[in-house]
Nanobody
Framework: QLVESGGGLVQPGGSLRLSCTASGFTIDYDRIGWFRQAPGKEREVVSC????????HYADSVKGRFTISRDNVRNTVHLQMNTLKPEDTAVYYC??????????????WGQGTQVTVSS
């Protein structure tokens, strides 16, 4: 089970921190992270991190603005999003998956949390 929190409405240039608590079947996967889905757009893998906490992957569109981190004690992953832009508006999903050919492929995800960047 993956439970996300932290979405909301923020002005351009602002920040949000998404959190996801994982339970149950996480041992079956070697990556945890986030993808987003905006209306009319393809799903985009935003970031992922290994279960040990490294290495990390970021989409080019968020590099330098977003930071993923993992708390192994609490089985929680966070996505710190800074300098948000209107094009970051999407539903963000926490997901579990694998590294395949250098990319994160997700196989299970949560309900999603809405992030809206607007003035």
């Amino acid at each position: 089970q993956l439970v996300e929190s932290g979405g909301g409405l923020v002005q351009p240039g602002g920040s949000l921190r998404l959190s996801c608590t994982a339970s149950g079947f996480t041992i079956d996967y070697d990556r945890i992270g986030w993808f987003r889905q905006a209306p009319g757009k393809e799903r985009e893998v935003v970031s992922c991190i290994s279960m040990s906490g490294r290495p990390t992957h970021y989409a080019d569109s968020v590099k330098g603005r977003f930071t993923i981190s993992r708390d192994n004690v609490r089985n929680t992953v966070h996505l710190q999003m800074n300098t948000l832009k209107p094009e970051d508006t999407a539903v963000y999903y926490c997901a579990l998956g694998y590294e395949i050919a250098g990319a994160c492929e997700f196989g299970s995800w949560g309900q999603g949390t809405q992030v809206t960047v607007s003035s």
